[in-house]
């Protein structure tokens, strides 16, 4: 969506505003100064006109959204402990993970990203509200990543999509809040909470496959798996949160 090359004139235009913007960006920008101004008055702009800047304000929403998520993914790659720790525990196991494999992506059903085996990994920049979101999905989507460089997934059985779900929801840290919360409630539900929340997690997931009936079907099939799934933390030592 947005070339690289762009992004870094932009880049370079926000540290020296004045000297480097260029005439006609000056121009873009009152323009649409103008008609933000005349579509919020009401003033100056017909049917047509609105309609275009409503479409304009759309896309210039979803381009800065597009950006910021690729930004955030870029950033994980570097800095966050858990995405760092999985690409690597990849490139051990002989798998490769480069930034181009995984997509910011708009996304027509409501999720925060998907796994592909030959396409790679989509984030749903749509959907994910912020960049701890972000993080934890694409931690997630790396367990699938890794699973499938280390075994022989086939992802069009049930049971090995299953498998992986438990796994990713599991050990990519999106269950957390739910433990933070037993915690604080002062139970000692907090083992129970999460395999609770990874159960849940993986049932919606599984809902998507092919071969899903029903959720009742996905149910019953995530229980089947989960046990030993669940206890299967490779590549970490134990759920570290
Ligand atoms: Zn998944």
Known sequence: MTPASSDSTQNKST????????????????????????????????????????????????????????????????????????LEQIRKIGGDVPKERVKCDICTEPKYGGFHPDLGIQLCYNYIPDKWVLNDTLAHELVHEYDNTRFKVDWMDIRHHACSEVRAASLSGECAIMTEFWRWMGTMRVAKGHQQCVKRKAVLSVIGHPKCKSKEHAEEIV???????????????????
């Open 223 to 241: 229980d089947e798996v989960f046990r030993s799934c669940f206890n299967d933390t490779r590549p970490f030592e134990r759920i570290y949160r």
């Open 15 to 86: 540290v020296e505003p004045d000297t480097n913007l260029s005439p006609t960006d000056a121009d873009r920008g009152f323009g649409w100064w103008t008609k933000t101004l005349q579509y919020k008055t009401g003033l100056g702009l017909n049917e047509d006109q609105k309609k275009e800047y409503v479409e304009e304000a759309r896309m210039r929403k979803q381009l800065e959204a597009c950006k910021s998520c690729e930004e955030n993914r870029d950033w994980m790659m570097k800095y966050s402990p858990t995405v760092v720790f999985m």
